[in-house]
Nanobody, 115 residues
Framework: QVQLVESGGGLVQAGGSLRLSCVVSGGIFSFNTMGWYRQAPGKEREEVARITSGGSTYYVDSVKGRFTISRDNAKNTLFLQMNSVKPEDTAVYYC?????????WGQGTQVTVSS
């Protein structure tokens, strides 16, 4: 069974940086397009970035130029480098397959950006 374990969240001031990690176990990570999603209080979960097995990336407009998604296939790990964060980036961040999330969700990692 595939499991997702996200980490790296925390409290950061606006303009600061965080690096999120997601370890994927039990599946064929290297062959799948993977993505980062987030869910803010009272809002639907949304995809913010994805990366193909070959390294092509996609970002939602609100994070373009600030977030960078990457992957280490040898370590079955997905990353999200978050720079110039804004209060509106506050959310629980999750990883999953993308654009369709077909893996059971992990616990996520909380990112809180203070103004």
């Amino acid at each position: 069974q595939v499991q997702l374990v996200e980490s790296g969240g925390g409290l950061v001031q606006a303009g600061g940086s965080l690096r999120l990690s997601c370890v994927v176990s039990g599946g064929i990570f290297s062959f799948n397009t993977m993505g980062w999603y987030r869910q803010a209080p009272g809002k639907e979960r949304e995809e913010v970035a994805r990366i193909t097995s070959g390294g092509s990336t996609y970002y939602v407009d609100s994070v373009k130029g600030r977030f960078t998604i990457s992957r280490d296939n040898a370590k079955n790990t997905l990353f999200l480098q978050m720079n110039s964060v804004k209060p509106e980036d506050t959310a629980v961040y999750y990883c999953n397959s993308a654009p369709r999330a077909f893996i059971n969700w992990g616990q996520g990692t909380q990112v809180t950006v203070s103004s």
